[in-house]
């Protein structure tokens, strides 16, 4: 049996209760049975399903507004720019991947970190109170470290008259109670003394560059 209702507010108990009769009119009601519609309204981003998930993802800034649902995120920084001439790379933007929670929120505004250009640190990319660092920019030619960032950028590339150039560190954050999860950054490569060699950028998931 498939009992429809129009016009019903989203975000509070709807009470119901059905009662079925005979051919003289008897019968009784059965229990009282609640239903509160919920609802998930992402703006800016692409939406799809896959089996009983539904995926929202944002590529430039947007809201996301959630009543009575749990929700998991997955927020990755924008990556750092490479150094210049032979420089290093830039390293990834922190990962991060929240267990799933309900969020406090009624709406927030997503913001996605942009890359990085020559040497520069990407942008930080959140929702809400997570927030995922930035990649470091990468070492330029001849003397410049990789900046530190989300995942540290690679240092700059190193000639016979030039000492190792270090690549630059991780700095992840942590998630800010009650929110828990995992958050994955790397630090950068060194670029190797003595060579034209520059060091790659750290991965985000994986290990340094």
């Not at 800010?176 to 034209?196: D, E, L, R």
Request: some cysteine; charged content about 5%.
């Amino acid at each position: 049996m498939n009992i429809t209702d129009v016009g019903v507010s989203l975000y509070v108990p709807h009470y119901y209760r059905v009662k079925a009769v005979n051919s003289v009119g008897e019968g009784a009601y059965s229990t009282v049975s609640n239903i509160t519609v919920k609802e998930i309204t992402a703006v800016g981003a692409t939406s799809s399903t896959s089996g009983a998930y539904t995926y929202h993802e944002w590529t430039s800034s947007g809201t996301l507004s959630v009543s009575g649902s749990q929700i998991e995120a997955l927020i990755i920084g924008g990556g750092g720019g490479a150094g210049a001439g032979y420089g290093g790379g830039g390293g990834a933007g922190e990962l991060k991947i929240s267990d799933v929670f309900t969020p406090a929120f009624s709406t927030q505004t997503v913001t996605i970190g942009a890359g990085g250009d020559n040497n520069t640190n990407g942008g930080d990319t959140s929702l809400g109170s997570i927030t995922s660092k930035g990649g470091g920019g990468g070492g330029s030619h001849w003397t410049n470290a990789g900046l530190a960032g989300g995942s540290g950028g690679g240092g700059g590339c190193s000639t016979p008259y030039d000492s190792t150039n270090a690549g630059g560190g991780a700095s992840s954050s942590s998630f800010v109670s009650p929110i828990t999860g995992n958050a994955y950054a790397n630090i950068g490569g060194s670029a190797s003394g003595g060579t034209w060699s520059a060091g790659g950028g750290g991965g985000g998931a994986g290990g340094a560059g």
